[in-house]
């Protein structure tokens, strides 16, 4: 009885595996017979080598291209004289004095505090032009002056000179840099904990900051050297938020230490107690975001915020990912 069920239901699987067998045996033979034609064809036509590395090279330069093209777009911000005023009044004055289209080709617009923008367009020369003659009387209107990723090189010999350092940079890390690359020096000084070590902060161009940043080490002189990016973030001492510095601060002070309403001077909590203000703050508008509060808002190590405000600054100027 039991043999008799089994075989009924095996049998059927046993068919099926002989018809698969079968159709497998097929698809052999015509695909043999296709790489026999193919053979063929290859010895009547010429035959262009594909070369996937070629492919690849032409995709980083096209995707490359698209960022230089989308990031080369000029920085203007629109601001009212008068403070008061909203943001929307002053999109219409915008809309009513320039064609975003035919005369400056606006690619971005950006809400700013106190009823201002900030507009990315491709003819800022244009733009400031027009703004002048129609928008001068109630707007201040200024284009920001555009810069490029940062790195800086840690661990540099003290026998390298300032007025070498970018040679030595440019000529011995081949791998980073080629004739097109640019390399500002910014910055040359000795390392806080040892001064006879020195570092030096250089303004380069993209595509030169994703090699070093990847690479994360180069060659100067016959000492190895760390590379890091270093993109500044303004923190105001007045309120201690990012973006402004305190000369220009219009919010109310806050302490680094425990985010109270007082200045750091003016702090009775405990030494080891601390509240960042930034990552407090984010915390209350993102309902669900539990980012670390304990620690100082200058302690950019442990800062959730600070890591926000520098990822959007990545994307936003120079078109790396978040």
Same mark, same amino acid.
């Not at 035959?47 to 090279?57: G, K, L, M, S, V």
């Not at 009044?89 to 923008?117: H, Q």
């Not at 890091?228 to 990012?242: E, H, L």
């Given at each position: 009885?039991?043999? $008799?069920?089994?075989?009924?239901?095996?049998?059927?699987?046993?068919?099926? +595996?002989?018809?698969?067998?079968?159709?497998?045996?097929?698809?052999?033979?015509?695909?043999?017979?296709?790489?026999?034609?193919?053979?063929?064809?290859?010895?009547?036509?010429?035959?262009? !080598?594909? @070369?996937?590395?070629?492919?690849?090279? !032409?995709?980083?330069?096209?995707?490359?291209?698209?960022?230089?093209?989308?990031?080369?777009?000029?920085?203007?911000?629109?601001?009212?004289?008068?403070?008061?005023?909203?943001? @929307?009044?002053?999109?219409?004055?915008?809309?009513?004095?320039?064609?975003?289209?035919?005369?400056?080709?606006?690619?971005?617009?950006?809400?700013? #505090?106190?009823?201002?923008?900030?507009?990315?367009?491709?003819?800022?020369?244009?733009?400031?032009?027009?703004?002048?003659?129609?928008?001068?009387?109630?707007?201040?209107?200024?284009?920001?002056?555009?810069?490029?990723?940062? +790195?800086?090189? %840690?661990? +540099?010999?003290?026998?390298?000179?300032?007025?070498?350092?970018?040679?030595?940079? #440019? #000529? !011995?890390?081949?791998?980073?840099?080629?004739?097109?690359? $640019?390399?500002?020096?910014?910055?040359?000084?000795?390392?806080?904990?040892?001064?006879?070590?020195?570092?030096?902060?250089?303004?380069?161009?993209?595509?030169?900051?994703?090699?070093?940043?990847?690479?994360?080490? &180069?060659?100067?002189?016959?000492?190895?050297?760390?590379?890091?990016?270093?993109?500044?973030?303004?923190?105001?001492?007045?309120? /201690?938020?990012?973006?402004?510095?305190?000369?220009?601060?219009?919010?109310?002070?806050? &302490?680094?230490?425990? *985010? *109270?309403?007082?200045?750091?001077?003016?702090?009775?909590?405990?030494?080891?107690?601390?509240?960042?203000?930034?990552?407090?703050?984010? /915390?209350?508008?993102?309902?669900?975001?539990? +980012?670390?509060?304990?620690?100082? %808002?200058?302690?950019?190590?442990?800062?959730?915020?600070?890591?926000?405000?520098? !990822? #959007?600054?990545?994307?936003?100027?120079?078109?790396?990912?978040?």
């Amino acid at each position: 009885m039991i043999d $008799t069920i089994v075989a009924k239901h095996i049998k059927p699987l046993i068919d099926a +595996i002989s018809e698969l067998k079968m159709t497998i045996q097929d698809l052999s033979t015509e695909n043999l017979n296709l790489r026999n034609e193919i053979g063929k064809l290859n010895n009547i036509l010429p035959c262009e !080598q594909t @070369n996937f590395a070629d492919i690849d090279a !032409q995709n980083a330069k096209t995707s490359y291209r698209n960022v230089v093209t989308k990031n080369s777009q000029k920085t203007i911000i629109v601001m009212p004289k008068d403070d008061k005023q909203s943001t @929307n009044k002053t999109k219409f004055d915008v809309m009513k004095s320039v064609d975003p289209l035919k005369d400056v080709n606006i690619g971005k617009v950006k809400n700013l #505090k106190d009823g201002g923008l900030l507009l990315k367009c491709d003819n800022s020369c244009n733009f400031k032009q027009i703004a002048q003659d129609k928008l001068s009387a109630s707007y201040e209107i200024r284009e920001v002056k555009s810069v490029g990723p940062r +790195i800086r090189i %840690a661990g +540099i010999p003290d026998y390298i000179e300032s007025k070498d350092v970018s040679s030595y940079m #440019k #000529k !011995q890390n081949e791998s980073i840099f080629d004739e097109s690359s $640019t390399c500002n020096l910014l910055k040359f000084s000795p390392i806080k904990k040892n001064n006879t070590v020195f570092q030096a902060v250089f303004e380069v161009d993209l595509i030169t900051y994703k090699k070093a940043l990847s690479l994360g080490h &180069c060659l100067i002189g016959l000492k190895g050297c760390s590379i890091y990016g270093a993109i500044d973030i303004t923190r105001c001492y007045n309120c /201690n938020t990012f973006g402004h510095s305190q000369k220009y601060c219009k919010n109310t002070v806050s &302490c680094p230490r425990c *985010g *109270g309403n007082h200045g750091l001077k003016d702090c009775n909590s405990d030494t080891d107690s601390f509240t960042c203000v930034n990552c407090n703050n984010l /915390n209350i508008k993102n309902k669900n975001s539990e +980012i670390n509060v304990n620690h100082a %808002a200058w302690d950019y190590s442990k800062c959730g915020a600070h890591q926000q405000v520098l !990822q #959007k600054i990545k994307q936003d100027l120079f078109g790396l990912p978040i």
